[in-house]
C-alpha cells in the first residue's frame, strides 16, 4: 500500500488548487465607505464582518474596560429597544449578531437572511449608532465583567498570557487585559462608556468584508444604512508598544496538578520582506498539526504534554513570536529545556529542505480549503483588510509562500529565534525549575 | 456578553438547532459499512469522515478511557504506514486532520482537496482493521492522553464539577464514567486493551462514511467500493448492550468546593428522553421547552425574570441534549449575583418551573423561535461540515437518515400544548441531581508571582 501512497502523492502536487478560486469586488458605498465582496446567490442569506480598527488599545488607563464592557452593551438595548426589546426583535429577524472586542479591534459579525435583510439592517444600525447604555443594563453587565475577570483570575492559561503580557509590555495598553481590573471597571461611568462608544466606532477606521447573496449595489446601500451615521473621524491610536522583556523563566503559583507555560520573544512586522519566510518557519517549528518540531520532540517522542505550538502575533502595535503548552508540574521543567533545545537548534542548524517543502505543500494546500462558506469568506475578506493586505493577496498569497527558499528560512532562523532571549511564564507548581534555567 | 460569561464559567452554549437539513446520498456497501452523501460544490474541498459506532459507553468494565486510548493510537503505525505518517501524508496533500470520542461514537476526520478522497479512504481503510500496537507507543501515548486529561479535567474546576455530577447522576449506566477515562485506569491501561477494543469494534459493518463536499454520490461510492469495499464484515460484532439506568427514586446532591472557582453555581439535572428512531415528538417539545425556559438570557422566562427583572442570577440557563442512544439529562444552572446565595439560587429556579407550568408560553416568543427552526435549515446550508457532523452524530447514536431528515419537520410541528405537556411530564416530581460548584469558605490566596531568573 505504501507504493500507491507515494505515487499518490507525487502525482497530486502539482494539482494542488493554486489559489482561492473566489472572485473578490471592491466595493465603495455611495457614503465613501470601502468594503470587500465575494456575491454568491445560492444560499438566501449575506455574513457581513465590521472591523473597527483601534479596539480596546483606545482606553485610556484610568478606564481600562471601557471598550469591552461598551461592546457587550451593544447588545443591551437601542432607540425604543430595553434589552429584552432588542433581543426580541433580533430573533423575530431570525439574524445572528456578535459584537466582541480585541486589542486591535472591535469586530461585528452578522448575518442577515434575504428575506428581512433591510430590517435586520435597521436593528444593526441602532445597535451600533442609537445604544442607549440604561443604567441598568450598565450594571447587569458589570457584574457579568466583574465575573469574567475573577474567573480569568483564577484560569491558569489566562494567568499566563497576562503576566506575559504585563511583562513584556508595562503600561502600554498591550499589557493589561482589555477586560480591565476589578477596580477599574467598578469606576466606569455611563460618560466612559459613551466615550468608548465614540472612540471605537467611527466610519474612518472600519474595514468591511461581505460574502453572500448580495449585490455590489445592495450592499453599497446596506453599508451605509447600517454605518452612515456613525462620526467620520477617529481619534489617534496609542504608539508602538515596546517588547521590554529579556530571557528568563517567572513562575507563578497555582494550585494545580499541571502548569501551564507561555513563552516568546519579539517577533516579526507583517510588512517585513522576510515575513514569508518566518511564516514558513514558525510552521516547521509549532504550527498547526501534529508534524511540528516542537510537537514532535515534546507530545510524540516524549509523551510531555498533549499540546504546544507556536504563532507569529501580529498585534499592530507590537509583533511578537509566542508558544503555549501545558504539562504535569513534574514533567515541565523537561518540556521547557525541549523547547530550548530546539530554539537553539534551529537557530544554529536551520531546517531540512523536506521540511521547508513539506510546510510549503500543507500551507499553499490548506489555505483554500479555508473559503469555506460565506461566513469564514467575509471574515478572512475583512482580516485582509485590517492588514492592509491589497485585493490581489488572496490569488497571490500561495505564490509568496512558494517563493521562500531554504536559504531564506535558515537566515531568518538565525536572526529571529533567540533561545537566549525566550521567557517562559509557567503558571502552577513547577518542580525542579531552578534559577539558571 | 451572556455567551462570552457562559463561556468563563465553562458552560457549553449549544445552537439549539443543532441539526441536518437538506438532502443526502445514502448507500450500504456489501459488507455493511454505511455510506452517507452531502454534496456541496462551492468550494474544490472535501470534508470524509469514518465513524464507528463505539464509544467510552461501550468500554470494558474497569478500562474507562479505553475507547479514547485507541482513538489516538490509530494515528500510529499500521503494516503499510509508519506512525504518523498518516497526518504526514494528510498535511502534505494540503489537508488537515483529527478525530474525536464521544460516549456514543468516535470519529475520524479529514478535510482535503477534492481530488485527495481517495487517497484519504486508502490510508483510512488501511488503519481500519491494520493497526500495529507497538509498546513503546503505547505506555508514551498514554502519558500523552494522562497529559489530555490534567488540561482538559484536573485543571478546571468547571469540568471536574461536571465529571462528579455525571457520576453521581448516573446510578447504573456507563453515561457517569468520563470518556477521558479516569486517570487511576487509565494509568492501567495495556496493549492488550486497547487491541482487544479495537478487535472488537472497528470492523466496516460497524462503520459509517461521511463524505460531504465537492463530489457526487457516485463518485463516492466508486471510491468506497474500491478502498473500503475489500474489507470483510465482523461476525463477532457485539450488541451495544449496556448496563441501563433503573429508575430514580431518591433525589441526590453534591457539594464541590475548590479554591480554583470564581462564580459558584448550582446545578440541577433529571432525567429525560431522547430522540428515539421513528419517534422524536417528545424530545422535540423539550427543545422548545429548553429555549423557552432558559434558552436566551434575554428573552426566555429565567434570563428574562432573574437575570433582567430581579436582577438576582449573573447566568441562567437551561441545557437539554436530545440526540444520544440512552437517555440523557435535562440540567437547569443558575450562577447567582454577589449577596445572593446558592441554596436561594436553587429555590429560584424551582420558583421558574412553577412560574413556566403556571404562566404557559407566550405565543409571540414560540413563534420566534418556531422562525428561528425554519430560518436554521438555511444557515446550515452554509456549514457543510457542521451539516456532516451532525449526520455522524444522529446516524451513531441508532437514529436513520431518514429521521435525521424529519427532524425539522418534528421540530416545525410542535405546539405550545404539546410543549407544556411535555414539561409537566419532565417536573412531574422528578428524582434530581443537584450540584454545588463552590469555593472553600476561607480566603483565598493572590496569585504569589515569583521571579526565578531573568
Not at chain 1, 177 to 205: C, K, P, W, Y
Not at chain 2, 120 to 148: C, K
Request: hydrophobic share 45%; glycine share 8%.
Amino acid at each position: 500500500m505504501i507504493a500507491r501512497i507515494a505515487a499518490a502523492l507525487v502525482a497530486c502536487v502539482l494539482a494542488l488548487p493554486a489559489s482561492a478560486d473566489i472572485e473578490i469586488e471592491e466595493v465603495t458605498s455611495p457614503g465613501g465607505i470601502e468594503a470587500w465582496l465575494v456575491e454568491d446567490a445560492s444560499i438566501p442569506f449575506v455574513a457581513l464582518e465590521f472591523w473597527f480598527l483601534g479596539g480596546s488599545a483606545l482606553d485610556p488607563a484610568e478606564s481600562r474596560g471601557a471598550t469591552y464592557l461598551m461592546t457587550g452593551l451593544l447588545e443591551e438595548g437601542s432607540a425604543d429597544m430595553d434589552a429584552q426589546g432588542f433581543a426580541a426583535a433580533l430573533e423575530g429577524l431570525a439574524a445572528s449578531f456578535d459584537f466582541d472586542s480585541y486589542r486591535d479591534a472591535v469586530v461585528i459579525s452578522a448575518q442577515m437572511l434575504t428575506q428581512n435583510r433591510d430590517a435586520a439592517a435597521d436593528l444593526l444600525r441602532a445597535a451600533l449608532t442609537q445604544p442607549r447604555f440604561d443604567e441598568t443594563a450598565i450594571e447587569r453587565v458589570r457584574g457579568q465583567v466583574l465575573s469574567i475577570i475573577e474567573s480569568n483570575a483564577r484560569d491558569p492559561g489566562e494567568i499566563a498570557s497576562t503576566t506575559f503580557s504585563a511583562l513584556a509590555y508595562g503600561d502600554h495598553p498591550y499589557g493589561s487585559a482589555q477586560e480591565g481590573s476589578a477596580e477599574t471597571v467598578g469606576a466606569l461611568t455611563r460618560d466612559d462608556i459613551l466615550a468608548a462608544h465614540r472612540a471605537a466606532l467611527t466610519r474612518e477606521r472600519v474595514v468591511v468584508g461581505a460574502a453572500g447573496d448580495i449585490s455590489p449595489e445592495e450592499l453599497g446601500l446596506l453599508i451605509d444604512r447600517i454605518l452612515g451615521d456613525l462620526p467620520a473621524e477617529a481619534p489617534p491610536r496609542p504608539g508602538l508598544a515596546e517588547f521590554g522583556l529579556d530571557g528568563g523563566t517567572t513562575v507563578v503559583d497555582f494550585p494545580s496538578p499541571q502548569s501551564v507555560a507561555y513563552f516568546g520573544h519579539r517577533g516579526i512586522e507583517r510588512d517585513d520582506p522576510d515575513f514569508f519566510a518566518a511564516f514558513v518557519l514558525n510552521q516547521v517549528l509549532g504550527g498547526g498539526g501534529f508534524r511540528s518540531r516542537l510537537m514532535e520532540e515534546v507530545r510524540v517522542e516524549r509523551g510531555l504534554t498533549y499540546g504546544i505550538s507556536t504563532f507569529l502575533s501580529l498585534a499592530d502595535l507590537s509583533p511578537a513570536l509566542l508558544g503555549q503548552f501545558s504539562s504535569s508540574n513534574d514533567l515541565v521543567g523537561e518540556a521547557i529545556e525541549v523547547v530550548r533545545d530546539q530554539w537553539a537548534d534551529i537557530a544554529a542548524n536551520g531546517i531540512t529542505q523536506e521540511e521547508l517543502d513539506a510546510a510549503i505543500r500543507y500551507m499553499t494546500g490548506e489555505y483554500p480549503l479555508r473559503f469555506d462558506g460565506n461566513a469564514r469568506i467575509a471574515g478572512i475578506l475583512a482580516a485582509m483588510q485590517s492588514d492592509q493586505m491589497p485585493v490581489d493577496y488572496i490569488v497571490n498569497r500561495n505564490d509568496y509562500v512558494r517563493a521562500v527558499t531554504l536559504d531564506d528560512v535558515n537566515r531568518v532562523a538565525a536572526e529571529l529565534l533567540q533561545p537566549e532571549g525566550l521567557h517562559f511564564v509557567v503558571v502552577g507548581r513547577p518542580e525542579g525549575l531552578s534559577p539558571g534555567n | 456578553m451572556l455567551r462570552r460569561l457562559a463561556l468563563a464559567l465553562g458552560l457549553t452554549l449549544t445552537p439549539f438547532v443543532a441539526q441536518a437539513a437538506g438532502e443526502v446520498a445514502e448507500f450500504m456497501l456489501d459488507n455493511g459499512m454505511q455510506v452517507v452523501v452531502i454534496e456541496d460544490h462551492r468550494t474544490p474541498a472535501v470534508t470524509h469522515m469514518v465513524w464507528y459506532r463505539t464509544g467510552a459507553a461501550d468500554e470494558p468494565p474497569g478500562q474507562s478511557g479505553i475507547a479514547h486510548f485507541v482513538e489516538h493510537l490509530m494515528f500510529k503505525a499500521t503494516d503499510d504506514l509508519a506512525s504518523g505518517e498518516f497526518s504526514a501524508t494528510v498535511e502534505a496533500n494540503g489537508g488537515s486532520d483529527n478525530a474525536f470520542t464521544s460516549w456514543d461514537y468516535t470519529g475520524y476526520i479529514q478535510r482535503v482537496a477534492a481530488d485527495r478522497l481517495g487517497l484519504m479512504m486508502q490510508m483510512e481503510a488501511d488503519r481500519m482493521r491494520d493497526l500495529v500496537f507497538d509498546p513503546v507507543e503505547v505506555a508514551t501515548e498514554r502519558s500523552v492522553i494522562i497529559e489530555e486529561r490534567a488540561q482538559r479535567t484536573d485543571s478546571s474546576p468547571g469540568a471536574l464539577f461536571n465529571e462528579q455530577m455525571a457520576a453521581a447522576f448516573y446510578l447504573n449506566h456507563p453515561y457517569g464514567i468520563p470518556i477521558v477515562g479516569w486517570r487511576h485506569e487509565i494509568e492501567a491501561l495495556t496493549l492488550e486493551n486497547a487491541r482487544a477494543f479495537y478487535d472488537t469494534w472497528y470492523h466496516p459493518n460497524n462503520a459509517i462514511l461521511i463524505v460531504a463536499g465537492d463530489v457526487t454520490p457516485e463518485e463516492v461510492l466508486t471510491l468506497a467500493q474500491e478502498h473500503y469495499g475489500p474489507i470483510p464484515a465482523s461476525d463477532n460484532l457485539p450488541p451495544r448492550m449496556r448496563p441501563t439506568e433503573p429508575p430514580h427514586i431518591a433525589d441526590r446532591r453534591i457539594h464541590f468546593e475548590d479554591e480554583r472557582v470564581a462564580t459558584p453555581y448550582v446545578s440541577i439535572r433529571m432525567l429525560a428522553p431522547v430522540r428515539e428512531p421513528g419517534d422524536q415528538a417528545e424530545a422535540a417539545a423539550l427543545v422548545y421547552l429548553s429555549e423557552l425556559l432558559g434558552g436566551s438570557g434575554q428573552t426566555s422566562l429565567m434570563g428574562r425574570r432573574l437575570q433582567i427583572e430581579e436582577e438576582r442570577s449573573l447566568f441562567v440557563g437551561t441545557f437539554y441534549d436530545a440526540t444520544s442512544v440512552d437517555p440523557s439529562g435535562f440540567s437547569m444552572v443558575n450562577a447567582p449575583v454577589p449577596g445572593v446565595s446558592l441554596e436561594e439560587a436553587e429555590d429560584d429556579l424551582w420558583r421558574m418551573v412553577e412560574t413556566f407550568l403556571e404562566e404557559g408560553i407566550d405565543p409571540g416568543h414560540f413563534a420566534r423561535i418556531q422562525f428561528q427552526i425554519e430560518a436554521g435549515e438555511i444557515y446550515e446550508e452554509d456549514d457543510t461540515q457542521g451539516l456532516a457532523r451532525s449526520y455522524g452524530m444522529q446516524l451513531t447514536t441508532g437514529l436513520s437518515v431518514a429521521d435525521a431528515e424529519a427532524w425539522t419537520e418534528v421540530l416545525a410541528a410542535v405546539t405550545p400544548e404539546d410543549v407544556m405537556a411535555a414539561a409537566r411530564r419532565l417536573f412531574d416530581d422528578p428524582s434530581t441531581v443537584t450540584g454545588y460548584l463552590m469555593r472553600p469558605p476561607e480566603p483565598d490566596t493572590e496569585a504569589d508571582t515569583t521571579e526565578v531568573s531573568q
